[in-house]
C-alpha cells in the first residue's frame, strides 16, 4: 500500500545538504505505485516534485507540495551481435549502472563514471562529462504520462537533447515521469580520451592499451581530485553551465585574454570553461557565510555546513554578475532551483 507522509525533513535526500521541508512525500518502488498514486485526483493538481538522487538541486525553501522519491530498481541486458541493449529502473544510482557496464565489458558509459544522481534523471539532464554525454548512448526511455497514467516510449528524436537539455526539462515539463532507461553500448570499445587530463593520467599510470575499467578508473581519480565527496561536503557538482557563444563573441574577448580555456561547439559556436570564468574573478576557493566554491574546482559551489538554500542561492547571483561584469558573459546555473 502506497504511504503518503507529511512534514518530511528533505535534508538527507539532496546532496546539498539543504535542511528544507516537504508538505507531502511519497516513495515509488515501483511503477504501478504511480498509477495508484495519481488516482486521487488532489495529487495531480498540487505542486509536485520529483526526486531520484537530489544531485542536480538546490533547495531554496520549504516545498509546499508533493515530493515524488523514484526508487524503482532492477537492471537488465540483451546483446545482439556487437550491440548491448541495458535497461535499468530510474531509481538505479547512476554510477552502480555504470559500473555494471563496464564490470560486464559493456563499452560507452566509462566516461561517466562517479557522476552522482540517478538514471531517471539522466537524460532529463542530458548529463556528461570528458567528451560523452547521455545521447551518445541512450535508446529509448519509458515514462508514465501523469494526466493519462499511460507509460510512453520516448526515443533520442523524441526527447531532443541539447547541451544538459532535453524535451523533459522544455516542452514537457512536469507532463512525464521517467521509470526507466534503455542505453545501446557495444561489445567494442571505441575510446574518447582526448578531453581532459585523461590521457596524460594513463601515460602516468604506464597504460598504453586502455581496458574499459582503466578508462573508468582515471576518470573517477580525476573527478575526485577535482570534486568534492557530497557525503562529506554538500554540493551539486557542477553549478553552472559552461556557456556557448558565437565566433563573433568570443574573438573580444580572446583578444583580452588570450589564455580563456575554450572549445569548438560546432556551427559556429564556442564553449566556454566557467570554471576558468569563474577563477579569474578571484572566485576559487572563496567562502562566504556557509557557503563558497570549492578550492580544487570553482565550478562547484559547496555548503560548509549550515547554508540555507536561498544563502547558495545570492551568492551564485554574485558570481554571474561578477563574470559577466569582466567578460560579457552571462553564465547559466546548470542545477534546477527548487522553491
Known sequence: MLQIQE??????????????????????????????????????????????????????????????????????????????????GAGEIWNGLVNYAVDHGYAGMENLSLIPGSVGASPIQNIGAYGVELKDVFESCRAFEIATSEIKTFSKEDC??????????????????????????????????????????????????????????????????????????????SFFKNPVITIAEFEPIKQNFPDVVNYPAGDGLVKLAAGWLIEQCGWKGKVVGNTGTWKNQALVLVNHGGATGQEVYSFSSQIIDTVYAKFGVTLQREVNIIS
Open 7 to 88: 512534514n518530511v525533513s528533505l535534508k538527507n535526500f539532496n546532496t546539498f545538504g539543504i535542511d528544507a521541508n516537504a508538505r507531502y512525500f511519497a516513495e515509488i518502488n515501483h511503477a504501478d505505485e504511480l498509477t495508484e498514486l495519481f488516482a486521487d485526483p488532489l495529487w495531480q493538481q498540487m505542486p509536485r516534485l520529483v526526486l531520484g538522487g537530489g544531485s542536480n538541486m538546490l533547495m531554496v525553501a520549504d516545498f509546499d507540495g508533493l515530493v515524488i522519491r523514484l526508487n524503482i530498481r532492477g537492471i537488465e541486458h540483451r546483446i545482439s551481435h556487437d550491440d548491448v541493449f541495458v535497461e535499468a
Open 160 to 237: 531532443k537533447f541539447g547541451y544538459r537539455e532535453s524535451v523533459f526539462k522544455g516542452e514537457l515539463a512536469g507532463q512525464y515521469i521517467i521509470v526507466s532507461v534503455k542505453f545501446k553500448l557495444s561489445l567494442t570499445p571505441h575510446f574518447n580520451l582526448k578531453y581532459g587530463a585523461i590521457e596524460q593520467e594513463l601515460a602516468a599510470r604506464g597504460i598504453t592499451e586502455p581496458t574499459l575499467k582503466d578508462v573508468s578508473q582515471v576518470v573517477s581519480h580525476i573527478r575526485v581530485s577535482k570534486l568534492p565527496d557530497p557525503s562529506t561536503i554538500g554540493n551539486a557538482g
